[in-house]
């Protein structure tokens, strides 16, 4: 526990993985940096900043996610150049598996919107799936997309790119530091209670990723946003077999080679019923993983998992994140629900929220972003298919 | 100091060598190797020294802890990469690759890779300037990752896992367990019983959890067949210890290798592999190590003072004693040649001419079972580790999961066997009144009591302290598995960063390697303690993530 140097901030970002530095660094490039606090409860990378794939994709259905993630790929190319620390981003591209004709329209129709964003996104039969990943078992495969610009990044270098980047700037950064409270006087924010001391702001980020629900809950906003365990797993260092990120659609199982060697790979597994809480992981997953990557390259029969560990995603009801002031508090803003691709897009979709809490208009349409998307129920939303993996 | 208790002797030593001969291809060149013993002592007595290279800096890789946890003699053995060959034995006709190197393993022309980087590579921070060179620095890294290609070809039928439930499960068959499970079958042979003791190279437990229905979950794998999923009402951990590592130049050479290792790789002093071997530290094994190895140890070292009885037994052989020193560093291309040894308190050095270095300073539990399955853990300062907290019945944090014997921190053979007791005994008699027939129950307390060194003095981490002052500029190898540098760990410090396990971990990538920390993580959190002042319960841990061994992907993929 730590207590801020001052009793008073322009903006509070509560959240100091990469949604919460990414925001507070795009904020300090147009105010003062001293008067901007990010407070994490835990220490840096210890969420899902620290615990997810890597994967950095522009295979998406709807057309704005295709633009954010388009940008951040830019982004991250330059991360190491720009910010000093190497994430090692490796654009290997991404492999969309179709195994029904289903699943085969679904990646035709996002195939021609991914295309019209300019794009050299490909289609490809079976047999052209071999030239991309020749270990590939293809047999039931029935089509797949793929795009070699998409990528896999080293988490943790982005977050400590971050933070010695934002301590160069003043910006304050406190780990180990929990927010206890949120005060309002029911319109807007005033103030934070931390273990470290009350300190009183007009603004507030939930930029909290699994533990949004937690502040929303504080803050006395409507609950949008939920987590979810997600477990993943890495095979011992093998020599490079494996350029891209290969997806299924049917189960989310994604999997792919880091600069190590190790085969990184995870699929959606539903713990809902599950009494156990915290960070745990599954004999089930370890199965169901080890099928799937059987399945899908049957010489890895032979190699060994090497460690499986899980975090959360912050899911939301249409798989799009959740960014921009809250409808009924003024001052709290969100940026949170990325479903598991808060990574992927951070660099892009906190610049607008950056936009957003500096008063600023954005790009951005607030029917597909906005947190307000969720108060009138009988619209019809938007609703991003593939938010999977 | 930390197991300086009883001495016991080791559980399974390397079988004494049976003499038959065997034909292998080694390398793609047919090669006669002694057969009845582990792939890795074979290959070691037929010559081999150098057995992989490391991840960044190419260094020589060598057997090292002799039972499949470190990151040293991992071949390729009939089309699979990284058989551990510690852990198998060579069968006629096997073919066995060293996979690192070119244009061999042992003469691997990129270990210039150690040479121009001398000072350690900066893979964190470097490689990113210019731009238009990220593509070029990408695919020469990438160039060099991986330890083995993929295997050679998928297995032709998969059997599924097989389900099993019983009643108590026992980790490990060493003293505890056996009393353990001597015990449970003697007072209720109904029992479904089940010890799996990875010693014997089979019924290996990788995993294990709490489910949602109250009974647990494990994997248990062996290299025969696919794995078994095993669930059971109570779990007993008797897993034992090992014998730790040691950070300091030169540390990761062929030719060092943990007590414990030592003792499974070559058991018979008869072959002449070493002339000259030298011991450092006076645990639980040294005296066994003194009398099997006699005329051939030309050193016993020791950061402290020896226990009386091992230096007396050292002196009758003739053996030279030094006592109260640090290993500053050791000499040798690819094997150990010399060890330069510095005193403590008078700063003096000294160097010793030797051909094999044997580390047993001392002894760390094996809890790496106990962490996953959500046991609260306790830094230990006498021991610098950490174990359970447990009950004067042996139960842990985590109701229904015993830890028993040196997994607990329990020295002698006698209190060892006792915490068997006690576990099973619990286990017997349900949750009711703990009435202990075997022995009285005010010597529950005490038994707790003579767990090793509790608080007070952390003799390990003054020596840490001690060793960071004759550390020069010239990389340490801290983490063997992925080549971190002690000089990386001071860098955390001193670059301001948060001086925890779980920070360090993810800035340098100590502890993700193949041993998952084992071999690095205890020095690890001394040595951050050294570096930043705090005290090492404060530095916290990093727990081992499951599979606490690597696990055949093929062994749970059978089946529907």
Same mark, same amino acid.
């Given at each position: ?19 919460? $530095? ?50 951040? *790929? ?23 598996? !179709?195994?029904?004709?289903? @699943? ?90 931390? @273990? ?52 299924? $659609? ?33 004999? @089930? ?20 998992? #090497? ?42 979709? %906190?610049?607008?929220? !950056? ?35 | 100091?930390?197991?300086? &208790?009883e001495l016991r002797p080791l559980k399974n030593p390397a079988p004494p060598m049976k003499g038959g001969m065997i034909d292998i291809v080694f390398n793609g060149r047919p090669r006669r190797i002694i057969g009845g013993v582990s792939l890795a002592q074979a290959l070691s007595q037929a010559g081999t020294r150098v057995f992989a290279r490391s991840l960044k800096y190419r260094r020589p890789r060598g057997p090292f802890c002799g039972q499949g946890q470190c990151a040293g ?117 109904? %029992? ?37 999923? *095993? ?59 003194? /009398? ?7 050193? #016993? ?83 610098? !580790? ?22 607990? &921190? ?22 009711? %009144? ?31 302290? /001690? ?10 190898? #801290? ?10 760990? @001071? ?70």
């Open positions: 526990m730590t207590s801020p140097q001052r009793s008073s901030y322009e903006v509070v970002i509560i959240g100091g993985g990469v949604i919460g $530095l990414f925001t507070a660094h795009f904020l300090s490039q147009h105010m003062d940096p001293g008067k901007i606090l990010v407070v994490d409860r835990g220490f840096a990378t210890g969420g899902a900043s620290g615990r997810n794939g890597g994967g950095v994709r522009q295979q998406w259905e709807t057309r704005a996610t295709i633009r954010l993630a388009r940008e951040s *790929v830019e982004f991250y190319r330059r991360f190491g150049r720009d910010f000093g620390y190497n994430p090692w981003f490796r654009q290997g591209g991404y492999l969309f598996l !179709a195994f029904t004709e289903e @699943e085969v329209i679904t990646l035709r129709r996002m195939e021609t919107g991914v295309r019209s964003e300019g794009l050299p996104i490909r289609y490809l039969e079976p047999s052209s799936v071999l030239d991309v990943v020749p270990d590939l078992d293809v047999r039931s495969v029935r089509g797949a997309t793929y795009l070699a610009s998409d990528g896999v990044i080293l988490p943790f270098p982005v977050v400590w790119g971050l933070l010695a980047s934002l301590k160069e700037r003043g910006v304050e950064v406190l780990y180990r530091t929990a927010v206890r409270a949120i005060d309002s006087d029911g319109h807007q924010v005033r103030a934070i209670s931390t @273990e470290g001391g009350r300190i009183s702001t007009p603004k507030v980020v939930n930029a909290a990723g699994g533990w949004s629900r937690e502040i929303n809950l504080m803050a006395g906003v409507p609950t949008i946003t939920h987590p979810t365990l997600h477990e993943i797993l890495a095979t011992e260092p093998l020599t490079p077999f494996l350029d891209p990120m290969v997806v299924t $659609l049917s189960r989310g199982t994604y999997f792919s080679q880091t600069m190590r060697g190790e085969v990184v790979g995870g699929l959606t597994m539903d713990h809902s019923r599950s009494t156990r809480t915290g960070l745990y992981s599954s004999r @089930e997953f370890l199965v169901e993983m080890s099928k799937e990557l059987n399945r899908l390259v049957p010489r890895l029969a032979e190699a060994r998992i #090497l460690r499986a560990w899980s975090g959360y995603y912050d899911d939301s009801p249409d798989g799009l994140p959740l960014l921009g002031e809250d409808p009924k508090l003024g001052g709290f803003f969100h940026a949170n629900g990325f479903g598991g691709h808060g990574f992927m897009l951070a660099p892009s979709a %906190t610049r607008r929220v !950056a936009q957003m809490v500096l008063g600023q208009k954005t790009d951005l349409d607030p029917a597909w972003i906005s947190p307000a998307r969720f108060s009138k129920p009988g619209e019809a939303r938007t609703v991003e298919g593939l938010s999977l993996g | 100091m930390s197991g300086s &208790g003699c991992h071949v390729r053995l009939n089309g699979v990469p990284m058989v551990r060959s510690c852990l198998v034995e060579p069968r006629p006709g096997d073919r066995v690759v060293t996979e690192a190197g070119w244009p061999s393993t042992r003469y691997d022309l990129f270990a210039v890779m150690d040479w121009i980087f001398s000072g350690g590579m900066d893979t964190m921070r470097g490689f990113n300037r210019p731009l238009a060179l990220r593509p070029a620095y990408l695919s020469l890294v990438r160039k060099f990752s991986g330890l083995g290609h993929l295997p050679d070809a998928a297995p032709a039928a998969l059997p599924p896992p097989t389900a099993v439930a019983v009643d108590v499960l026992i980790i490990g068959g060493g003293t505890a367990g056996t009393a353990a499970a001597q015990l449970i079958r003697r007072q209720r042979p109904s %029992t479904r019983l089940m010890v799996a003791d990875r010693s014997r190279g089979e019924d290996n437990v990788v995993f294990l959890s709490p489910g949602d229905d109250g009974q647990f979950r494990s994997i248990v794998s062996s290299p025969r067949r696919s794995a078994l999923l *095993v669930s059971a009402s109570k779990i007993i951990v008797a897993t034992g210890t090992y014998d730790a590592g040691l950070p300091f130049r030169g540390s990761d050479l062929p030719g060092v290798f943990t007590g414990d290792g030592l003792v499974r790789l070559h058991s018979d002093p008869s072959v002449p592999l070493f002339q000259r071997l030298a011991i450092f530290g006076g645990n639980a094994h040294t005296l066994s190590l003194l /009398d099997a190895w006699k005329e051939r140890i030309c050193l #016993l070292a020791s950061p402290w003072e020896l226990a009386p009885e091992v230096r007396r037994r050292a002196q009758t052989l003739g053996i030279p004693v030094r006592e109260g020193v640090a290993i500053a560093s050791a000499e040798g291309r690819n094997w150990i040649r010399a060890v330069a040894l510095v005193h403590r308190t008078t700063g003096q050095t000294e160097s010793f001419r030797l051909d094999g270095l044997v580390l047993s300073h001392r002894d760390l539990p094996q809890v790496g079972l106990l962490f996953q399955a959500g046991a609260r853990m306790h830094w230990r300062n006498g021991a610098a !580790a950490y174990f359970p907290e447990i009950n004067e019945r042996c139960e842990t944090s985590v109701p229904g999961v015993f830890a028993i014997g040196g997994v607990a &921190g329990f020295c002698t053979e006698a209190d060892s066997r006792e915490s068997g007791e006690r576990a099973a005994l619990a286990i017997l008699e349900g949750d009711g %009144t703990l009435g202990l027939p075997i022995r009285d129950p005010q010597s529950g307390p005490a038994l707790l009591d003579r767990r090793v060194h509790r608080e007070g003095p952390c003799p390990m981490l003054d020596y840490q302290t /001690d060793f960071l002052r004759v550390l020069g500029s010239k990389k340490v190898i #801290l983490c063997p598995c992925e080549d971190v540098t002690l000089q990386e760990l @001071e860098r955390v410090v001193s670059d301001g960063w948060e001086t925890s396990l779980e920070v360090a971990k993810r800035l340098t990538g100590v502890g993700m390697g193949l041993c998952q920390g084992r071999y690095c993580m205890p020095d690890a959190v001394l040595l951050l303690a050294a570096l930043s002042g705090r005290p090492p319960s404060d530095i916290g841990f990093f727990t081992q993530r499951p599979p606490v061994w690597p696990l055949r992907i093929g062994d749970l993929a059978g089946g529907k």
